[in-house]
């Protein structure tokens, strides 16, 4: 929530929910921004998403869905974003397919 300019979340969000919170009071500005983006630079943030959300299903949310365009989607039902199972299979995804792709 954003009070006074300044983003303000609760104490011991883990970053994933974090990040949510901001894009979601910042989505304006994110609106903006993803317009400098290439055609090309969306293409691969939507396909990086897409490899995630398939290595979220095959390791125990098998109704997590693709994104469908860049920015915020609605989750299924019973998807914890704060539980420590969907926070370490994140964490997982997102390394492995940073790794697949050759990205830091």
Do not use: W
């Not at 303000?8 to 993803?34: F, I, M, Y």
């Not at 109704?63 to 920015?71: E, H, I």
């Amino acid at each position: 929530m954003i009070i006074d300019g300044v983003l303000r979340v609760a104490a011991g969000l883990a970053l994933p929910t974090l990040v949510l919170a901001a894009n979601e009071d910042c989505k304006h500005l994110l609106a903006q921004r993803s317009s400098s983006a290439t055609p090309e630079q969306q293409q691969q943030k939507l396909g990086f998403g897409v490899k995630v959300a398939g290595c979220l299903r095959a390791h125990g949310y098998p109704s997590f869905p693709d994104p469908p365009r860049l920015g915020s989607q609605p989750l299924p039902p019973g998807v914890d974003l704060d539980s420590p199972e969907f926070q370490a299979a994140e964490t997982a995804c997102e390394k492995h397919e940073r790794k697949a792709l050759g990205l830091p």
